[in-house]
Each structure stands twice: as C-alpha cells, then as structure tokens.
C-alpha cells in the first residue's frame, strides 16, 4: 500500500454570517498518497478553496473548522499550535495560489524570497539556499536562472511567475502541494504548459497533490482520484477514470453535459444545462443539496441527509438515493457516460 | 449572396509606448494590418493569447478607439463619418465580468433602459414594458425590474448585460469573453442563451474568446490572432478538423478535454510570448514554431488562400516556403 500523507475526516468548516451560521463546508472526508494527484472539482461557493485552508489552518479568524480527523504523514495537525503549524507551511506542505502577482512580493527580488523560503525551516548559508533556488528555477523550465534571481515579480510574465511560484514551493522539498487553481489566470497554451510541468515534477520528486480546480478538462487529465464537490459536500469521489467515464451523481452528469466537448457535442446545438441555483448553505439543512435542481428528485430526497454510498466499482463512491443501475441508466441516457 | 455588415481594412493601431525615462518613446502595434469581413447573422470568433490584439480590435468596431490606419466599414459606411448614437445603436458589448460591467447603484430596470433613454426614444411610457419583454426574452423574470445588481447571482447578472445591450435591437454584438467568469453550469446556460436570440433576433455575432471549446460550439467563423496580425482565418469546421498555422495547431492542442485517458499535451510552444514592442522579424511566430525554417525570420508570409480563408505562413506557400526547405 502507498504510504499515506494526508488523511481528512469529516472536517467541517462554519462561518458566523448576520442571518446565522454559515456551512460552508459539511463534513468532507478524503486522504491523499504519495505520488498521488487529487483534484477537487466544484463551482464557485462549492468549499473546495475553505477546504484546502482549513487543511493549511489558514482560515479566516471567525471560521470554525472541526475534524474527527487531520492528519498529515501520520502527525496530528488539527490540534496543532500555529507555531507548529508555521514549520510545517511551506515546509512539508507547500502552496501554490490562482494568481502569482499576489502571492510574490513585490518589494523583493525573486532570489530574495526564494532564500528566504529555505532559511525559514533548514539552517543553511545563503549560498546553499542560493544553488538550491537556480536549480529549482532551471528545474521548472526558466532560462537565464541565475539573472531572474535579481529580478522582481513584476518584471516576469504571468505564466513565468507561476514558475516562479512553483520552484518557491519545492525549496524544502515538500511531500504535499495543495495547489488550488494553479492556472486559472492563464493563457490556454501557458496552462497546458504549467500543468505538464507539475505532473512531471510530482513524479519525480514523489509528492502529493491536490489539485483544486473547477476546470473539467484539468481534471480529467491529471487526476488520478476525483472529489466533485457541491453545496459544501463531497457528492461523487473516485478514480478520473470512474467519475468522467461512468458519472453517477446527477450534478457530476450535469457538469459534464454542460460543456462543449470537442468532437462530442455537435456545433451549434443546444448544450445541456442545470437549471437553479446553488442553496443557501446558511442555517440547518437536511436534504439533498442538489434536489432542487435535479431532474430525477423524488420526495424522499428533501427528507433527511443523504450518505456517500458505494457505487459498482471499488473506491467509487457518490451521495445519492438513486441505486447506481438507475444512475447509470440516466447517464447513458444523457450522453454522458 | 449574403450581406457584409462590418468589414475591416488593413486596420492598424498603435500605441506610443515610453521605454524609460529619457528615452523615446517606442511604438507598440497592438493590431497590425488586420481586414476581415462579417456578414450578417455570422457568428465570428476572434481567438488568441492575451495581449494579441484581440479587446483593441473589438474596441475599434465600437468606435470606442479610432484605428491609426486603415478603415472600418458599417454596412458600407466608414466608421469614422457614423454619429457615436447611431453606430452604439448598431453595435453594441457584452463584457466579460458582470459583476464589473453593471452599476451597483442603479436598479436591473434602469441599467436595461438607459440605452433607450440615451438614444432619446420617443415613448418613454413603453420604456418599461419594453425592458420587461426584453428581460423574459433572456429569461430573467420581470419582477426583478426593481431589484440591484447585488441581489442576482453571477449568470442572472450576464443576462442584465445581455438585455442591456439588446434593447435597442442593434445588428452586432461584441461578446468580450461573454462566459469566461461564470460557471460551468451558468456558461452553458447564457451560450444557449446567445445562440437562441441569434436566431431570434437575426443577430451578428463578434465573439472573443480563448476557450476554443467554446469557440467551437458557437462559432461559424475563426480567426486566430497572434501579435495583433491574424494569421489563420477559416470557417469553424474546416479549421478545427484541418488547422494549418503550426500556431492554430498549438492553440488546439492545449484545449483540454475532459478524457482522462489523455495526458497533458505538451504544446512544444517555448514559453515566453514576445515582446509585441519589439516583435521577432520575419514571421513573429518563427522563435515559438516547432516547424521553424532558415528563411523564416527574414521574410514576412504572405497569405495563403485555403479554403473559404487563408492561412499566413511559409509551409503552405509553394514558392517560398516548401521549395526553399527542399533546397
């Protein structure tokens, strides 16, 4: 078995809003390998960018995150202090943000804040830290290494800086990167580019990844397992293979019959589409997330929860009431699977 | 023989761009020699990397900047002679974000019947059953004529921009990254959308975008621009199932579908865009073209007719490019 880095139980995370409390994300449970790709695919208010804080503990002040369970390479980290905590950021647990300009400094020169990425957790002389970074930076495609390390942020291209970012992230040589929508900011060719890049580097250097993303066509190439989140829950989980071959859930069918795929959907025509909106995740909330807005909802759906159940395959598990002969009857039907 | 409504010739424009402080300033042609022609009820997709020249363009057909060189016609009249009412009655945007693109402080009726009100329409007493018809036409329901912008969700807010700029019944639209800030499921919903009032209303579409997926879906016609030139322009089906320019073909190849049997492509594109102050001589493409030959950084290609368009590079030209490369 693959030596486990990150192990998540039903963390919870609630943020006091005026009208009550808000439940951002309800109890998300998934764990993540070594040399293993998670995406987490949702749209926007799903929790995917909560649930990769709440990991960090990087959440705002007034949220409140619980756990039964937050384990990172067998060490309890929901109990740990923040000074704990600061050792193991960007030490054994990198990140990369959406967009690089705001996560670099720009008072400081890219040399700069890679040194200092190093000096804070390993005692090592300027020079190390120095060699370490122009590898990295030659490692993650930059020409020129040694001059960019006088450079400032903003003297780079976008697609350069989230290099940049990325080369920052391994100076310590982390076991886990939570990148959470690495190429949201760029240019399709500088994306495919990006993410060709940290596929490559994940497998060498054996890392974790999560991957937050709310690009299908990310997903479905990089992902080795799959979280389709919704409303503040996991709704589908399982290998890229599963989840975008034999879509259970009807949200996960639903997205996939939204976007136009090339050489799928004929031009021109109508393309499928979930009516509705999200619900409001603030308050109790005991019912299917996702039945207002699915076409297959019967009256047991508003009733109470609904649990992850398993789906046919090993690993594949989706939260619905629907049995997975009638799912996948339905996803046959839609085109989607 | 269908109707040209906009056609664009040899339009330039450039932007005085300062190098330093006692230095000169040096020119930056963000849209260099561009002519393209759309007709009416065409769907034409303007695609490329950020910084190709692809808003300035749209910013031209506006009216909102004059073109340097060139001109752009409106249904046979020059831009330039067309009173700025009457060309906003025949063009109008539609932007990318709609949470930057509506008035936070006026109301969803205002915001739609404020073009009504600036071209001073004669009936201000249909003003508003007009906005309502127009707000169920894009599937918004009438009763949020009163409601803020603040109060609707990212989609219902594109369909605000959306009503906006159809009240006034113009022939074109410029959509400006119409879906690229909304969800997948809301994106769905607004192409749909577009493409039904198309046909509704007998509408020209200009559409930039650099999802190709989309462009795909949409799209009757494609032009590719690369460093404010296009360099492939062709009807949707021919360029994507036989992209020629070796840039069209990267630009396909990063389109990530979601197929988990494939891996990420690698583009073979080197990673730096060029500095469009100082643009690579010869074809601007050549340093980032895997199929880059001698003459290519000396001589500027011709366009190559193919098809319904034609293709800007030296592999389709017989005499210059496939003989020199034999030699």
Redesign the interface.
């Known amino acids: 078995m693959a030596e486990r880095i990150l192990e998540v139980e039903n963390l919870t995370v609630d943020i006091p809003v005026g009208g009550g409390m808000l439940h951002a994300v309800q109890g998300i449970s998934f764990h993540v390998d070594k040399g293993e790709t998670l995406c987490i695919v949702g749209e926007s208010g799903c929790g995917k960018s909560l649930t990769s804080l709440a990991v960090m503990d990087l959440l705002p002040k007034k949220a409140i995150r619980g756990a039964n369970k937050l384990e990172l390479g067998g060490e309890d980290i929901l109990n740990a202090g923040e000074r704990r905590m600061s050792d193991i950021r960007g030490n054994t647990m990198g990140m990369i943000f959406q967009e690089p300009m705001t996560s670099l400094n720009p008072a400081y020169t890219i040399g700069n804040q890679m040194e200092e990425a190093l000096k804070r957790h390993r005692k090592v002389s300027t020079r190390e830290a120095r060699d370490r970074a122009i590898y990295l930076l030659e490692k993650v495609g930059i020409t020129a290494a040694e001059s960019r390390l006088s450079q400032y942020p903003h003297q780079l291209s976008g697609g350069l800086r989230q290099r940049v970012m990325i080369a920052m992230t391994l100076m310590c040589g982390p076991n886990l990167i939570i990148a959470d929508e690495p190429t949201t900011a760029l240019d399709v060719t500088i994306q495919a580019q990006i993410l060709l890049l940290l596929a490559e580097l994940q497998r060498e250097f054996e890392m974790g990844l999560i991957l937050i993303t709310h690009d299908l066509g990310v997903v479905a190439r990089i992902a080795d397992r799959v979280a389709v989140m919704y409303a503040g829950q996991v709704v589908e989980q399982g290998t890229a293979d599963q989840v975008f071959n034999r879509p259970t859930h009807p949200y996960t069918q639903g997205l996939l019959d939204c976007i136009p795929i090339p050489g799928k959907t004929e031009r021109n025509k109508p393309l499928g589409s979930i009516p509705g909106i999200v619900p409001s995740l603030v308050g109790p909330f005991h019912a299917c997330h996702f039945a207002e807005r699915c076409q297959y909802a019967f009256d047991d759906c508003v009733k109470g929860d609904i649990d992850m159940r398993p789906a046919v395959e090993d690993g594949h598990e989706y939260r619905c009431l629907l049995d997975p002969e009638t799912c996948r009857a339905n996803a046959q039907k839609r085109g989607v699977a | 023989m269908s109707e040209t409504v906009i056609s664009a010739k040899d339009v330039t424009r450039t932007f005085m761009i300062s190098a330093g402080a006692f230095k000169g300033k040096k020119p930056l042609h963000a849209v260099n020699g561009v002519s393209l022609e759309v007709e009416r009820g065409e769907v034409l997709a303007l695609v490329g ?2 910084g190709c020249g692809k808003t300035t363009f749209a910013k031209m057909l506006l009216g909102l900047l004059p073109p340097t060189q060139g001109t752009i016609e409106f249904g046979g009249k020059p831009v330039a002679d067309v009173e700025r009412l009457t060309l906003a009655k025949m063009v109008q945007p539609i932007f990318q974000d709609p949470y930057s693109s509506l008035n936070p402080r006026k109301s969803i009726g205002s915001i739609i019947t404020l073009p009504l009100k600036v071209q001073n329409d004669p009936n201000p007493a249909t003003w508003r059953r007009r906005a309502e018809e127009m707000m169920e036409l894009v599937g918004l329901p009438p009763r949020l004529f009163e409601n803020f912008p603040n109060q609707l ?3 219902q807010r594109q369909r605000v921009a959306i009503a906006r700029a159809l009240i006034n019944r113009p022939e074109v639209v410029i959509c400006d990254e119409p879906t690229s800030a909304l ?3 809301v ?3 607004i ?2 959308l577009l ?2 009032l198309r046909k509704e209303l007998n509408l020209t579409y200009i559409v930039i975008s ?5 462009v ?3 799209a009757t016609r494609v032009a590719v621009m690369y460093l404010g030139r296009i360099v492939e322009q062709k009807d ?2 021919s360029l ?1 199932d036989n992209p020629e320019h070796p840039y069209t073909k ?2 396909l ?15 073979h ?1 080197g ?3 060029p500095n469009p102050v100082d643009p690579p001589s010869g074809c601007t493409f050549n340093p980032r073209c895997a199929r880059v030959m001698d003459h290519c950084s000396v001589i500027e290609p011709k366009k190559i007719p193919s098809g319904k368009g034609f293709v800007q590079c030296h592999l389709y030209d017989e005499n210059e490019g496939r003989g020199r490369a034999a030699s």
Request: hydrophobic share 35%; proline share 6%.
């Open positions: 990397e950020s969700s990212g989609g969800d997948v499921s994106q769905s919903q192409l749909n493409q039904d650099h999802n190709l997926a989309v795909e879906h949409i949707t089906e994507f990267a630009l190849e990063s389109v990530l579908t979601p197929d988990p049997s494939l891996d990420v492509p690698d583009t594109l990673a730096a865009y």
